[in-house]
């Protein structure tokens, strides 16, 4: 029998200044600092480059410095240290930077059938536990390469950077048979364009100059995400129907930390079944 089936979609989202306000790497370098893998200068370095970051001064050359300056700080950082330290930080640091705009955007994307997937330039030892707070479906980010002793070596696997992203979109519609020219994609940063232009349904957020000349020459959706929300404050409020597992978890009247443990693992038990 033929199978009439509609091709899957999916909705691929930045995520920096997209779904969250500020940079999820940099925002973990205060944590960094107390679990002892950098030291207070560092710690002054990443906070200036936050600062160029929100201000949309961040241009190819200053994220390619960023990159490099970011890898040679983590040469020799363990990796299991630095994931028990996202672990333990997760809702301090990034839950109240979530755009509630971004959230909603997620929640009805799912709703409509779609897969979410972050695509970012961040390390995925960050970029995926994020991602699993978010719900999101699959996760794309920069890999480090991890020596025989565990700990990074400086160098890096795979970019997540401009093409690059564009190029994981296309092998992913190839893999899971999403049918991009129905898929939809969110970015603030020009650098993104390639990966814009891949979907049929490209969106410009709190874009860069850039960008949002681009977007205008290019007629592309603008939106304006500016209220970050903690996640279990959007439970009693959600516009949309909420997923199974996000009803399931707003029932559970544990403390905060807990209470979002246990959403984004049954979001991942849903997603896995």
């Not at 719900?135 to 990074?152: E, K, L, N, P, S």
């Not at 650098?191 to 977007?215: F, I, K, Y």
Request: glycine share 6%; charged share 25%; proline share 5%.
């Amino acid at each position: 029998m033929e199978n009439h089936s509609s091709p899957r979609t999916a909705a691929f989202f930045d995520l920096d200044k997209t779904v969250i306000a500020k940079s999820s790497t940099l925002t973990f370098s205060k944590s960094f600092y107390q679990g002892g893998l950098i030291n207070r200068r560092a710690v002054l370095r990443t906070a200036y480059s936050q600062f160029v970051f929100l201000a949309g001064g961040a241009d190819h050359e200053q994220m390619e410095r960023m990159r490099k300056y970011l890898s040679a700080l983590c040469r020799g950082w363990n990796v299991q240290q630095v994931k028990e330290i996202v672990a333990e930080t997760l809702h301090d640091l990034i839950d109240p930077i979530i755009y509630d705009e971004a959230a909603t955007l997620i929640e009805e994307h799912h709703t409509a059938g779609r897969d979410v997937v972050i695509v970012s330039t961040s390390g995925a030892e960050v970029v995926e536990p994020i991602g699993e707070l978010l719900g999101a479906d699959r996760v794309v980010a920069t890999r480090m390469v991890v020596g025989d002793d565990g700990c990074f070596t400086g160098e890096v696997e795979y970019y997540a950077y401009g093409p690059t992203k564009a190029e994981a979109i296309r092998e992913l519609a190839e893999s899971e048979g999403y049918d991009l020219a129905r898929c939809y994609a969110y970015s603030d940063s020009v650098t993104d364009v390639p990966m814009l232009e891949s979907v049929g349904h490209p969106h410009a957020v709190n874009p860069d100059r850039a960008l949002r000349r681009e977007a205008l020459a290019r007629e592309w959706p603008i939106l304006d995400f500016h209220r970050p929300v903690r996640l279990k404050q959007r439970f009693p409020a959600f516009s949309v129907p909420p997923r199974p597992a996000l009803v399931a978890a707003a029932a559970i009247g544990a403390a905060a930390a807990t209470a979002g443990l246990v959403w984004y693992a049954s979001r991942r038990r849903a997603t896995v079944a």
